[in-house]
């Protein structure tokens, strides 16, 4: 017996050291091996105490594993699984397929889209072009626009730049008839935000009357008239969702003259501002777009011609619209930057009562007239209330108030406001007109 104890206790000793080479043998995909994951994971039962050990020693492995990766990944960040441009891509996927649901007519209509191209061609020449892709994205745009909201006459308005994004604004006619319904959504959405009446309660505790009388609100325009004459659409992207801007009312253009402030791209997002701005960005770039309708848009004299309306045979009521005049003759492009006086306005004039036709809101309405003025006072106080007299329809550039400056240098001239410059690519010779 003691002879065959030496043979086997080598024996014993040959098969362990084997057994422990092969648990220590590396892994050729995680460059680790069995034997330091069991001395870890023995080591974290021992310290945990856990119960029912048999039952979670799966889960307990899986937790070794992964706490040696945690330190060596904490410095990445997991990738998107799209980028924003990839999801930018996918929404404009579907400007570039036509339902196969339309029917294509062979008859002749009218159109309702300008075309695009030949302004892209125009803005290009100005200097401020947005570029042939991006205009071509814009007209497809526009025609899902026009097709889903049944617009009779869309046209681009323009770009605005914001913080966060910008804005891609369409001017549209209003449908027919759709200008009563949205007045009368507009007339019940004020109604509801009026304080109920305290009668009753004023009836059993009587409170002092207060003589301060406040400044009366001056009404909006009505839709399809004066700043309201079209609806506006707004959307971030070629692409993405239109969404259709609010009216305007005076007051959101008074104080739009007023303020300065960059546009965030979100229009829900309050407007922070002195003196305070009555509603949100939406509002605000509302009052915008209709100050710079209002001053920056021009014709060439002769273009437009007043239209037929009406009602106009009073002398108080001025034009509001125009329509091209068919015998108008083109004139050469360069006598035309030479007098502002060869360049009109085809949009109305916003007064400084913050609409396009004065109102007087001295006069209240019958609802509100239980104190009346009497005598002199009454005399007194409507003399000084004066009708505000704004420039009529298709006035020259020429009578636009400001500084006359002259500048021959680079061929362009300065007055009133406006930089009048000659653009020149190849054999085509365009006008350029800048606000200042």
């Known amino acids: 017996i003691r002879t065959m104890e030496g043979p086997l206790e080598n024996r014993g000793n040959t098969e362990a050291a084997n057994f422990k080479a092969l648990l220590m043998k590396d892994s050729t995909k995680s460059k680790r091996n ?8 023995l080591t974290k039962v021992m310290d945990e105490h856990t119960n029912n050990v048999v039952d979670v020693i799966e889960e307990i492995s899986h937790d070794v594993k992964r706490d040696l990766f945690n330190g060596i990944q904490s410095s990445l960040r997991d990738l998107p699984q799209f980028t924003a441009a990839e999801l930018l891509t996918e929404q404009q996927r579907t400007l570039f397929y036509q339902p196969d649901d339309i029917i294509q007519e062979d008859k002749m209509v009218e159109t309702v889209l300008p075309n695009v191209n030949e302004i892209g061609f125009y803005l290009e020449q100005a200097e401020v072009g947005l570029g042939r892709e991006e205009m071509q994205r814009i007209f497809l745009a526009l025609k899902n626009l026009v097709d889903s909201e049944q617009l009779p006459r869309c046209r681009l308005w323009g770009k605005i730049f914001g913080i966060e994004s910008n804005y891609i604004v369409a001017e549209a006619e209003y449908r027919e008839g759709e200008e009563d319904q949205e007045s009368i959504e507009e007339n019940l959405v004020e109604e509801e935000r009026k304080p109920e009446s305290l009668e009753d309660e004023a009836e059993i505790n009587p409170l002092p009357q207060s003589i301060y009388k406040s400044h009366l609100d001056v009404p909006k325009e009505a839709i399809g008239t004066g700043a309201n004459k079209f609806a506006y659409y707004v959307c971030k992207e070629p692409g993405l969702p239109w969404i259709k801007l609010p009216t305007v009312s005076p007051a959101q253009i008074t104080i739009a003259r007023q303020i300065r402030k960059f546009f965030t791209g979100k229009l829900n997002s309050s407007v922070e501002s002195y003196p305070p701005f009555p509603g949100n960005e939406a509002n605000y770039l509302r009052a915008q777009i209709a100050r710079i309708s209002a001053g920056t848009h021009v014709s060439p004299n002769g273009f437009y011609q007043a239209g037929d309306e009406e009602g106009d045979e009073e002398d108080d009521i ?70 505000e007299i704004g420039p009529s329809l298709l006035t020259p550039l020429s009578q636009d108030a400001g500084q006359n400056l002259h500048n021959s240098k680079k061929k362009k001239k300065k007055a009133y406001g406006w930089v009048l410059k000659i653009g020149e690519a190849f054999q085509n010779i365009c006008q350029v007109f800048r606000k200042n």
């Open 34 to 41: 069995l034997y330091d994951h069991l001395t870890q994971l």
């Open 318 to 387: 001025p034009h509001d619209s125009c329509e091209v005049n068919p015998n108008f003759e083109d004139v050469q492009a360069s006598l035309m930057v030479e007098s502002l006086s060869s360049w009109v306005h085809h949009v109305q004039h916003i007064l400084q009562q913050g609409r396009c036709t004065w109102v007087n809101i001295a006069v209240k309405p019958a609802d509100d007239s239980n104190e009346e003025i009497e005598g002199d006072e009454k005399e007194e106080y409507l003399d000084e209330v004066e009708p």
